[in-house]
């Protein structure tokens, strides 16, 4: 039986951009062996929210650790793993049993966790102890602990499993990790409070956000030196690799804009004004269109990448950071961390008459202070859908 979402109030967009639409859904049919679900970290809960994607509702939520923020999915099988920045340890969570299976000690204030694209490995930087912490994801043990920078926030490994990029906050350092012979390969200064990191998918290039600076540095992988400082916004808090690798989206929190990388020329191109303290993006699989929290305005910005304009805002919750695609692209989950809850945007064809092709579907309540979100979709006994 096909299930519907009856939504009957109608509201303007911020800005007079358009109308938010409320309308009865229906929700996709789904085999009966198929899952998907999102996972959101809430710090002051201690706990997982789960949300089951296939109808919208919440499933019972997850205790973890104190202080949960960072949280990753494996891509080869069914785990989710929460790093607990209060107790210093890693929750497995079974994503076929929603359960945690295992706990795994890390050192200081770990906030972040990268998995290994061979989903054998996870690397957590601790910014209190000033180390990498390597585990084992099979055999579910601590492979090595590894000497780095000062404050460290980050660990990014690249595509193709060979490097680690440690982004050092306190010393203006990155700390670049050979990940077979689990050695630091080089330091090297870069600009002011680095902190997010993406690697290109040819694992030849890094790029880190500077804070402090206003600057993105560009790295070379295969030599392991600086190759340029991009000037962007000021407090650039967030980068989004565009799934083709050729363009990367900086967030300037604190000039209310994105700018536009040129990945292959270390150029930046366009800037745009986006919102009010931008914080994060997440770009569609087909690299048509950017989707941005402002947190300064409680809105979502979408953006036409191919167009190079804003074409939309959408009101959310209060503070929205952290955001997530479902795995057919046509929802779009936000993490409202002062309201506590969880927007979902609907994407679809717009129907006669109407303005828009989105619309509010639902607000899921979740936790206190939610933090991070990562979507998971398989069939059960099967590894993930990728």
């Not at 923020?69 to 929603?98: L, M």
């Not at 690397?123 to 590894?146: F, P």
Request: net charge neutral.
């Amino acid at each position: 039986m096909r299930k519907f979402l009856l939504i009957v109030v109608l509201l303007p967009i911020i800005g007079g951009l358009g109308w938010w639409y409320f309308r009865e859904t229906a929700l996709p049919n789904y085999g009966p062996a198929y899952r998907e679900y999102a996972y959101v970290t809430n710090g002051k809960s201690n706990n997982v929210s789960v949300i089951d994607l296939r109808t919208f509702q919440l499933a019972p939520s997850i205790r973890v650790g104190s202080a949960p923020t960072g949280v990753a999915a494996n891509p080869k099988k069914n785990e989710i793993y929460v790093v607990n920045s209060g107790s210093n340890n890693v929750s497995v969570i079974n994503a076929e049993r929603n359960a945690v299976v295992a706990t795994l000690g890390v050192q200081g204030h770990p906030y972040f966790i990268d998995v290994s694209h061979d989903g054998q490995r996870a690397y957590v930087a601790n910014s209190g102890s000033n180390t990498l912490s390597v585990i084992d994801l099979e055999r579910r043990i601590t492979l090595g602990t590894i000497r780095v920078g000062n404050g460290p926030g980050l660990a990014r490994v690249s595509p193709d499993d060979a490097t680690v990029v440690v982004s050092n906050r306190d010393d203006n350092t990155i700390s670049v990790i050979d990940a077979k012979q689990l050695r630091t390969r080089a330091t090297l200064t870069i600009c002011e409070h680095p902190e997010d990191t993406v690697i290109l998918p040819d694992s030849s290039q890094a790029f880190v956000a500077c804070t402090g600076s206003s600057q993105i540095a560009a790295i070379d992988l295969k030599k392991d030196h600086v190759l340029a400082l991009l000037d962007v916004g000021k407090t650039p808090v967030s980068l989004t690799l565009k799934p083709d690798g050729g363009e990367l989206v900086s967030c300037n929190f604190d000039s209310d804009s994105i700018s536009m990388i040129e990945t292959y020329s270390d150029e930046v191109g366009n800037s745009s004004l986006i919102g009010q303290h931008p914080a994060h993006a997440v770009v569609t699989l087909d690299n048509s269109r950017l989707y941005v929290t402002n947190f300064g305005s409680d809105s979502v910005a979408v953006y036409d990448i191919d167009l190079g304009k804003r074409i939309a805002t959408l009101p959310v919750g209060r503070h929205p950071d952290s955001l997530a695609l479902s795995q057919n692209q046509n929802y779009i989950l936000v993490v409202d961390t002062e309201s506590g809850d969880v927007t979902v945007i609907q994407k679809r064809k717009p129907r006669k008459l109407e303005p828009t092709e989105y619309s509010l579907l639902t607000m899921i309540p979740v936790g206190v202070q939610p933090n991070a979100i990562v979507v998971k979709a398989f069939m059960m006994g099967r590894p993930a859908l990728r």
